[in-house]
């Protein structure tokens, strides 16, 4: 089967350095994608890695290792509008969006 | 202008009635998605429609029905409702082709009750 594993939830302090991870065991693998899921909003777009690597854009960079099936966000100078959702989702053989079940940023003072 | 818009955003409703969600896209894209994401926040598809044809069908009952009017339409009709299909519906789209960085958009969803 195809499963996607992120940590349910993860609290951390405003200012500080976050990292989530995500593993992934999919059929086939044609790009990994992570959004933002603010309660009660939808998913917004937050990066894309297809190849190996760090890709960064801002307070927000992802890395991606196609070998160890492994990805992981990283969010710098937390701010308290970072507290939200994080979806890790795969594109699979057959370019389906493989989704996981997100993992919960809580922000602290 | 809202690239992807879902209507109603919040609908409450008995068991065994039928209910319609819409969906409607400015983007111009090819593809229209229905997910759902339930209580445990998984968010599963469940009909993709590409230029009208229907290119993924996931197990999901056939009490749910896509209905593409166009392009820029993907509406969900839902028979028979029961309390198991209480969850948030989203609506997506996304560019259409085999390049792997297409992103979906999503509409900001529907809240659906049933009671």
Redesign the interface.
Same mark, same amino acid.
């Given at each position: 089967g195809q499963n996607i594993d992120q940590p349910t939830e993860m609290t951390a302090t405003e200012g500080a350095i976050v990292q989530i991870n995500c593993t992934y065991q999919t059929s086939g693998f044609n790009g990994l994608f992570w959004y933002q899921q603010h309660a009660g909003e939808a998913p917004t777009f937050l990066s894309y890695n297809v190849l190996d690597g760090l890709e960064e854009k801002g307070r927000f960079s992802s890395f991606l290792s196609r070998s160890k099936g492994y990805s992981y966000l990283l969010l710098k100078e937390l701010q308290m509008k970072d507290s939200a959702s994080y979806l890790c989702a795969v594109r699979d053989s057959n370019y389906q969006l493989i989704w996981g079940a997100g993992t919960k940023l809580i922000i602290k003072p | 202008d809202t690239a992807v818009s879902q209507t109603p955003k919040y609908l409450v409703t008995q068991m065994g009635n039928d209910k319609s969600i819409k969906c409607e896209q400015n983007l111009g894209h090819d593809t229209m998605y229905w997910y759902k994401q339930d209580s445990?926040?998984?968010?599963? !598809?469940m009909f993709s429609y590409n230029n009208k044809e229907l290119i !993924?069908n996931e197990t999901v009952p056939n009490r749910f029905s896509p209905k593409s009017p166009d392009k820029a339409h993907l509406n969900l009709h839902i028979n028979s409702l029961e309390l198991g299909d209480s969850a948030v519906y989203?609506c997506a789209s996304s560019p259409s082709g085999?390049d792997?960085?297409n992103? !979906?958009?999503? &509409?900001? &969803?529907s809240w659906l009750t049933v009671v």
């Open positions: - | 445990k926040k998984f968010l599963k !598809i !993924i989203f085999e792997s960085g992103t !979906i958009y999503f &509409g900001e &969803g």
